[in-house]
C-alpha cells in the first residue's frame, strides 16, 4: 500500500522517526512529473536517501533563456534556483550557497545520509550536476564517467564547481546505506545510459530513466524488461505521450510502423543527402555517440570529406579512436564546396551561416533548436529560408514511441506504475495501480493491497 502525505506537514525529524525505526522506504518527487526532463526524486529508507537524477527544467522562453546567458561556474545554483530550474531541495547543495533562500537546509546540516545516482548525462538529467554539495557521492555508469571526462575536457560540461564522481560497472549491486541500487544499460540516445533497479528492504523500485526500443541496443531495455518484472514500483518515462491528443487510447505495441524512423535506418537516409553534389552542412547532438559512428561511417562510403567541430571530432578520436578533420582548419571558400560534409553545431551557427552558399543543404538531426517549442526555432528557419538553404530533417527519438513505453510498462507488470517526464502522464497505463505523483508529496512504500490513500 502506498500512504502518502505533504511533506511540507512533516518536520524532518517526524520523516526520520516514522522511516528508520518502521523500515519502511518512501519516496519524494521533487521535479519533472509533469514536465519533459528535470526529474529529480529521491528513496529514503533506514536513514539514507537515494536522489535519483539531477537535471534541470528545459524551458526555452526568451526570458528564461536571458537569465541562463548570466550563468558562471559560481552563480549556477543561486540563478537555477531563482529561475525555478532546479527545487530547492534540502541536504543537497552547499551549506554556503543556500543562506539566500530561507527555510532551504544545506547539506551539511541535513541529518540523514544522502547519495545521488545519474541515469545518463543529457542536461535535463545532469544540468544541475556541479551543484551537488561536494560531500554527497554521486553515482554513475563507468561509461557515463568515461564520457563525461572526455566532455569535460572538451569543455563541455554543466556549471558549478567540479567535483569526484564514482563509476559503476553495470549489473554488479553497490549499496548506499541499506539501499541496493544495481545499474543496467539501456537503449537511449546517449552514451553510457542506465536504468536502475534500487531495492530497500524488500521492495524492488525500478527506474528506467530514458528509454526506447527502436535504437541499436534496443536488447539492453529488453534485458532491463526482464530484470524489473513485478517490481513493485516502476517509475518511467513517457516523453512521446506528451504529444498524444486527449482522446487517443493507448495501447502498447512494439511494433515500428511505416512513418517511424529506427536508428538503423538513419544511415541510408544520411548517404542519399550526402552523396548530392551540393554543399551539405549537418549537426547531431554531441552525447550521441551511435550517430556520431553512423555519420562517420556512412561519410566513408562517399567520395567526399568529412569536417567536424572540434568538439565533436575530440569525441571521436577519444571514444571511437577516429582522426576526423577539424572545421577550425576551413576557409570561407571551402563552406561553399560540395566536397566536403561540415559539422555546424548551433553554438557555431550565427557566426559561420553566411559563409553558406546558397542552394546548400542543413541536416538537423536531433540537435539545437529542439523543435517549434524552442524559442529559437523560428530564428533558426527563417537564417536557413532566406538563405536559400534546404532544410531536411533526419531524427530517431532518445524516447520510445509511446506504444513502446507502454508496451514495456505491460511486460514488467509493476504493482504500481509511476509515469513521470511527460506533460501528459497520465496517458500511460498502470495493469495494476497508476499514480500520478505530486511534487513535494511522500508516498510510503508499505506492502499489503497496492491501494493509496491520501
Known amino acids: 500500500m502506498f500512504i502518502f502525505s505533504h511533506a511540507s506537514k512533516l518536520s524532518m525529524a517526524s520523516v526520520v522517526e516514522q522511516v528508520a525505526p ?9 521535479a519533472g512529473t509533469q514536465t519533459i526532463g528535470g526529474t529529480i ?33 559560481d552563480n549556477a545554483l543561486r540563478i537555477f534556483l531563482e529561475q525555478r530550474l532546479l527545487p530547492k531541495v534540502d541536504g543537497v ?37 556541479l551543484c551537488i554539495d561536494p560531500g554527497i557521492d554521486v553515482y554513475m555508469s563507468d561509461k557515463s564517467l568515461e564520457l563525461y571526462n572526455v566532455l569535460s575536457e572538451a569543455g563541455d560540461r554543466p556549471f558549478g564547481h567540479e567535483r569526484t564522481f564514482n563509476g559503476v560497472p553495470y549489473y554488479k549491486p553497490f549499496f548506499v546505506g541499506d539501499i541496493k ?3 543496467y544499460p539501456i537503449d537511449h540516445d546517449c552514451y553510457g545510459a542506465s536504468a536502475f533497479i534500487i531495492e530497500a528492504g524488500d521492495k ?45 487510447e493507448l495501447v502498447g505495441s512494439k511494433e515500428f510502423g511505416e512513418d517511424f524512423y529506427a536508428e538503423k535506418d538513419l544511415d541510408r ?19 550521441n555517440i551511435e550517430r556520431l559512428r553512423m555519420i562517420i561511417d556512412t561519410a566513408s ?58 542552394g546548400s543543404i542543413y541536416i538537423h538531426s536531433n540537435s539545437e533548436p529542439l523543435g517549434p517549442f524552442d524559442s529559437r526555432w523560428q530564428a533558426f528557419i527563417d537564417a536557413l529560408a532566406i538563405r536559400d538553404i534546404e532544410l531536411h530533417s533526419l531524427h530517431s527519438s532518445g524516447h520510445g514511441k509511446a506504444e513502446h513505453i507502454q508496451y514495456v510498462i505491460d511486460q514488467i507488470q509493476p504493482k504500481v506504475l509511476m ?36
Open 204 to 248: 524492488r523500485i525500478a527506474y528506467t530513466g530514458d528509454l526506447r526500443i527502436h535504437g541499436v541496443h534496443s536488447r539492453y531495455t529488453f534485458e532491463y524488461i526482464e530484470a524489473a518484472k513485478h517490481a513493485d514500483l516502476l517509475i518511467t518515462e513517457g516523453v512521446a505521450a506528451s504529444f498524444l491528443p486527449d482522446d487517443y
Open 301 to 358: 562510403k562517399t567520395d567526399k570529406q568529412l569536417v567536424l567541430s572540434p568538439k565533436h571530432a575530440f569525441l571521436a578520436k577519444k571514444l571511437l579512436g577516429a582522426d576526423v578533420r577539424t572545421t577550425d582548419s576551413l576557409t570561407d571558400a571551402d563552406y561553399e564546396s560540395d566536397r566536403l560534409l561540415i559539422n555546424l553545431p548551433f553554438e557555431q551557427f550565427d557566426s559561420c551561416i553566411d559563409k553558406v552558399a546558397s
Open 41 to 73: 526524486a529521491a528513496i529514503e529508507y533506514n536513514n539514507h536517501r537515494v536522489v535519483f537524477d539531477f537535471g534541470t527544467d528545459f524551458r526555452p522562453d526568451p526570458e528564461t533563456l536571458a537569465a541562463l546567458r548570466e550563468l558562471n561556474d
Open 181 to 183: 541500487i544495481t545499474a
Open 93 to 129: 547543495y552547499p551549506d554556503a550557497q543556500v543562506t539566500a533562500f530561507p527555510g532551504l537546509i544545506g547539506a551539511a546540516e541535513f541529518p540523514i545520509h544522502t547519495a545521488v545516482i545519474i541515469s545518463h548525462l543529457h542536461l535535463d538529467h545532469v544540468g544541475g550536476l
Open 22 to 30: 518502521n523500515h519502511k522506504a518512501t519516496i519524494t518527487f521533487y
Open 419 to 454: 509515469p513521470v517526464h511527460s506533460l501528459k502522464p497520465y496517458k500511460s497505463v498502470g495493469p495494476n495501480q497508476r499514480i500520478l505523483p505530486e511534487i513535494g508529496v511522500t508516498y510510503m512504500i508499505d506492502g499489503g493491497d497496492g491501494q493509496a490513500n491520501k
Open 269 to 287: 537516409q544520411f548517404l542519399d543527402l550526402f552523396e548530392l553534389k551540393k554543399p551539405i552542412l549537418f549537426d547531431f547532438y554531441a552525447r
